[in-house]
Structures are given as C-alpha cells and as structure tokens.
C-alpha cells in the first residue's frame, strides 16, 4: 500500500479508510477525501452514472486561488464543478486523471446528487464514519 498520501490542503498524512470494501483518503484535520476513479465508481456503484459524474466536471476557475498539488502525481489540480447540482459543488481534479479531491461535506452532496437514497448503505456508512450531519 506504500506509505499513504499527504494532505493537499494542511500536508498531514491521512488515513486510508475502508468503506465497504472501498479504501479512501481522507485527513483527519480538515476532513477532506481524495477518491481515485475507481473509488468513485465504487461508491456510486454504477459506471455509467460515474461516467455521467466525470463528464459533468466543469472547469472552474477560481480568481486568486491557490491550485493544490494532486497528492498524487503532485500535480496542480483544477478547480471543476460536478454539475448539475444546486448549490454547485467545486472540487479538485488531478489533470492527469488520478482523482477527485474533496474537501469536508463535498462527497455527501455529491452522492445525494447522484440519485443515491440518503438511506443507502454508502450515506449510512459515510454518516457513521464523518458523522456528516449536512456539513
């Protein structure tokens, strides 16, 4: 598994997390989660929907914001927002393809976009492990 990646955002190491048979990032300081793709097709449960998710990934640039690092390839990331939800969700994306970068709350709109039942297993296990009360 080698030695887990560093936060993009605050540098901790984060802790891999096993959901469901789905391992993810995530950092315990500021509650962010870096999914790679498979990840995500994991917690979505449906290639096609996540295909939908990718595509729907529009480039959004951010006036003076400062691009992070991918934690993996440490190359700086887009800002894109994962359409078509309302309030927009804006989060990370690798240019090379690696993955999403999340920061806290992010995933749980997401998911709750994606057609997923706020009761499905995932948001059950998403609850118990962030205790994600809608942040």
Known sequence: VGDGMDCPVCHNAMVTLELAEIEMDHCLAC???W?????????IGDPDRTQEVIQSL?????P?????GCPLCDKRMDKVTVGPFRPE????????????????????????GSGLAPDSK?????RDMFGLEGH
């Open 122 to 126: 995932v948001q059950t296990l998403l």
């Open 35 to 43: 999914l790679d793709r498979g990840e995500l097709e994991a917690l």
């Open 89 to 112: 969700v804006v989060v990370d994306r690798c240019p090379a393809g690696e993955g999403l970068w999340l920061e806290r709350g992010k995933l749980r709109q997401i998911l709750a």
């Open 31 to 33: 509650g962010g989660i």
């Open 64 to 68: 003076n914001e400062r691009r992070r």
């Open 58 to 62: 529009v480039p959004t640039p951010i």
